[in-house]
């Protein structure tokens, strides 16, 4: 099995910085992408930023600038800095790897997330 634990979500006031780390173990035999998504109290969970294996990132609209997604592909750890938070970046922050297993294919997996909330 595959296991992904977030790390580092806490309370900021407005303007402040956190910094998000996923790691993952387990059978992974490559990973095709990473990334962070979150989800607010009565929305749905929405993209926060990903990486794939190339290291290409992408972001969403509301964060660019603001937030930065890296990788440590030795140790298979993610970490998302985010900078300048606003209270609309309150939310759970859930960690979610595309990956291969050895015998078993393709898959993907959702770590159990991380709260995130910015006082204004």
């Known amino acids: 099995q595959v296991q992904l634990v977030e790390s580092g979500g806490g309370l900021v006031q407005a303007g402040g910085s956190l910094r998000l780390s996923c790691a993952a173990s387990g059978t992974i035999a490559s990973i095709n992408a990473m990334g962070w998504y979150r989800q607010a109290p009565g929305k749905q969970r929405e993209l926060v930023a990903s990486i794939t294996a190339g290291g290409t990132t992408n972001y969403a609209d509301s964060v660019k600038g603001r937030f930065t997604i890296s990788r440590d592909t030795a140790k298979n750890t993610m970490f998302l800095q985010m900078n300048s938070l606003k209270p609309e970046d309150t939310a759970v922050y859930y960690c979610?790897?595309?990956?291969?297993?050895?015998?078993?294919?393709?898959?993907?997996?959702w770590g159990k997330g991380t709260q995130v909330t910015v006082s204004s």
């Open positions: 979610h790897l595309d990956g291969n297993r050895r015998y078993f294919g393709r898959s993907d997996w």
